[in-house]
C-alpha cells in the first residue's frame, strides 16, 4: 500500500466503484471502463492536479531508490487517458523526459493534450521492443489499458497502480509484473512488486471474487517481507556466525572452507543466500534494513569466499544481486571472513609464494588452487601445456572436497605440481617445438607416463602437423586429415590405443584454443 496521504478516499471508492452491481465477475478492461466513467466524484478526485504531482514525486523517488537500482521497469497504471497525459507532465518535473512513454488509444475527437501523445502503429510497436530492452529507455509506460493483458515484458517489475481492478483484470494486471526474470547482468527476478495508490489491495478477497482458499498467497505486503527477512537473518546468525565468530582473516577462512567442504552443506547454504540476498534487493535500501547490514555483510563475505574457492570459474562479483554487488563495491577490504589472497603476477615465484605464506594450510590449498585456475584461464591459449596441469589440479581439489585427502596431503600435491611446472615452463624456454606440440609432449609425460625422449620424439613427428592443417578446429576436413596423420605417427611409434589417445590430445588442444 502506498502512503495515507496518497491512497483515494475510501468511503467514495466504496460509494462509486466497489458498490457497483455491475462489477461482479469482471472479465475485462471496457467493462472496468464503463464503471468508471460513471464514478465522476473518484475519476476528477483521482485526477486532481495537486494529488498527481504528489504521486509523481513518489513515483520519481521510488524508482529512483527501488526500482532502477535493480536493472528492472514499471507500469504507472492511471484511471484513463486524460490521467496518463497528467501524469507525464508531472513525472516530466521529476524525472528526465526520455524516462517515462505514455501509451494510449487514438481518439478522433481527442483534444491537443491528447493527441500529442498519440503513437502511430509502428511507434507503439517500437516502444513496445525497446521497453523489453534492459537499461535502455523508457523506463516507466504510462497506460490506462493498452499493455495491462497479452503484452509480455518479463522486466517489468513494478506496477504503480492508480485506477480500481478487480476480479480478472486486477489478475492479469498482477500477472504483468510476476514474470520470472533472469539475465547475463546479474539480473535475477522472482516476483513483481505492485504499489496500491487506490486500495483495491485492503480487501484482497474482495478485489478478487475468488475462493479464499485460491486468493490466499497471491499478494503480500512488504511487512511479511520484513518478517521473513528478519527470520531468515536470524538462521543464519545461528547456523553460520558460530563459525567465524571471534576469529577473522585466514584463521575464519579456515574455518568456513574446511565447514563446507561436503557439497551439499554448500549448496544448502548458496539456496539459503540466494533467498536472503532476493528479499533484502527487494526492501533495499528500506532503513528497516540498518541494523541488519553489518551481519548481511558477513553472510556475503562467507559466500563470497565459497564461490571463489570452490567455484574458481564461476564470476562471484557478478553472481551478485545489484544492490548486494554495491555493498561488495563499498566494503572490499573490511575485516572479518575476508576472501582469499589475490594474485596479481601468475608466475612461478607468485605460486610458490602462496605456498609458503604463513597461512593455515586449508587457507593455503585454496590460494593454489585458485591461482593454478587463473594461471590456465589467462595464458592456456598460448600455453596448451597448462590445460593438463589445470586438470591435474581439478582432480585435487575433488579429492580435497570429497576428504580422499586432507589439506596437508592436498598441498604436498600442489605444491608438487607448481614445481613441474617450473620445470615445464623452463622446458618451453629451451624447445624449439610450437605450443602444440610441446603440449603434446608434456601431456604424453605427464599423463601418459611416457618416457621424456620418446614423447619428445612423439611430439617432434606431429609438429608439422598443426602447420599442415592450421584450421583443424573449424575445418571438418582438416580435423580429418590431421586425425588420420595422428594415427600414423602414434602408430609408428609403438602406440597401441591410436583413436582414445588422439581423441583425447585433440580435445585438449581444442580447449586451449576455445
Not at 522486466?155 to 485506477?163: F, G, N, P, R, S
Not at 565468530?245 to 539456496?271: C, N, P, S, T
Request: proline share 4%; with cysteine; aromatic share 8%.
Amino acid at each position: 500500500m502506498a502512503p495515507n496521504d496518497l491512497v483515494v478516499d475510501r468511503e467514495t471508492m466504496e460509494r462509486e466503484f466497489w458498490a457497483a452491481a455491475e462489477l461482479e465477475g469482471v472479465a475485462d478492461i471496457e467493462e472496468i471502463n464503463r464503471v468508471l466513467d460513471r464514478a465522476v466524484t473518484l475519476k476528477n478526485m483521482l485526477k486532481n492536479r495537486e494529488r498527481v504531482d504528489k504521486i509523481a514525486r513518489f513515483v520519481a523517488e521510488h524508482f529512483r531508490k527501488y526500482v532502477q537500482p535493480m536493472g528492472y521497469k514499471a507500469f504507472l497504471v492511471a484511471v484513463d487517458r486524460e490521467a496518463c497525459a497528467l501524469y507525464k507532465e508531472a513525472l516530466d518535473r521529476y524525472l528526465p523526459q526520455e524516462m517515462s512513454q505514455v501509451v494510449i488509444s487514438r481518439g478522433h475527437n481527442d483534444p491537443p493534450a491528447l493527441r500529442r501523445y498519440h503513437l502511430t502503429d509502428e511507434e507503439e510497436a517500437q516502444v513496445r521492443k525497446t521497453f523489453r530492452r534492459p537499461d535502455e529507455n523508457p523506463q516507466i509506460l504510462i497506460v490506462t489499458e493498452k499493455l495491462l493483458t497479452g503484452y509480455d515484458a518479463p522486466i517489468l517489475y513494478c506496477m504503480y497502480l492508480d485506477k480500481p481492478m478487480r476480479d480478472h483484470v486486477l489478475l492479469q494486471a498482477i500477472a504483468r509484473v510476476n514474470r520470472p526474470y533472469e539475465d547475463e547482468q546479474g539480473r535475477r527476478k522472482t516476483n513483481g512488486l505492485i504499489v496500491d495508490f487506490v486500495g483495491v489491495f485492503a480487501n484482497l478477497e474482495r478485489a478478487l471474487a475468488f475462493d479464499s482458499q485460491d486468493v490466499e498467497g497471491v499478494v503480500e505486503g512488504l511487512e511479511v517481507l520484513k518478517e521473513h527477512f528478519a527470520r531468515l537473518m536470524e538462521r543464519g546468525r545461528q547456523a553460520y556466525f558460530p563459525l567465524v565468530r571471534g576469529q577473522g582473516g585466514d584463521k575464519a577462512a579456515e574455518a568456513v572452507l574446511e565447514h563446507f567442504r561436503d557439497r551439499e552443506e554448500r549448496e544448502a547454504f548458496y539456496a539459503y543466500f540466494r533467498e536472503l540476498e532476493e528479499v533484502y534487493e527487494i526492501l533495499s535500501p528500506d532503513a528497516f534494513l540498518r541494523p541488519y547490514l553489518e551481519d548481511y555483510q558477513t553472510l556475503v563475505e562467507i559466500y563470497r569466499l565459497l564461490r571463489s574457492a570452490y567455484e574458481p570459474h564461476v564470476p562471484v562479483d557478478k553472481s551478485f544481486l545489484r544492490k548486494t554487488a554495491e555493498i561488495v563495491q563499498k566494503h572490499t577490504a573490511t575485516p572479518g571472513v575476508g576472501e582469499l589472497t589475490e594474485t596479481h603476477v601468475l608466475d612461478i615465484a607468485a605460486l610458490l609464494a602462496l605456498g609458503s605464506k604463513d597461512a593455515p594450510d586449508t587457507v593455503k590449498v585454496f590460494n593454489l588452487l585458485r591461482a593454478l585456475h587463473h594461471l590456465v584461464e589467462a595464458k592456456g591459449r598460448e600455453a596448451p601445456y597448462l590445460i593438463p596441469i589445470g586438470e591435474r589440479a581439478e582432480a585435487i581439489r575433488r579429492a580435497f572436497e570429497e576428504r580422499q585427502v586432507n589439506s596437508r596431503q592436498a598441498l604436498a600435491e600442489l605444491e608438487a605440481l607448481v614445481q613441474s611446472l617450473g620445470e615445464a615452463e623452463e622446458e618451453r624456454r629451451q624447445s624449439h617445438l610450437s605450443p602444440e606440440a610441446f603440449a603434446v609432449a608434456w601431456w604424453l609425460r605427464v599423463q601418459k607416463g611416457l618416457a621424456a625422449d620418446r614423447a619428445q620424439a612423439i611430439a617432434t613427428a606431429v609438429d608439422p602437423l598443426f602447420r599442415q592443417y592450421p584450421h583443424w578446429t573449424v575445418s571438418t576436413r582438416q580435423e580429418g586429415d590431421l586425425r588420420r596423420a595422428l594415427y600414423k605417427v602414434l602408430i609408428d611409434h609403438g602406440i597401441r590405443e591410436v583413436v582414445a589417445w588422439a581423441d583425447e590430445l585433440l580435445t585438449l588442444l581444442r580447449r586451449a584454443a576455445a
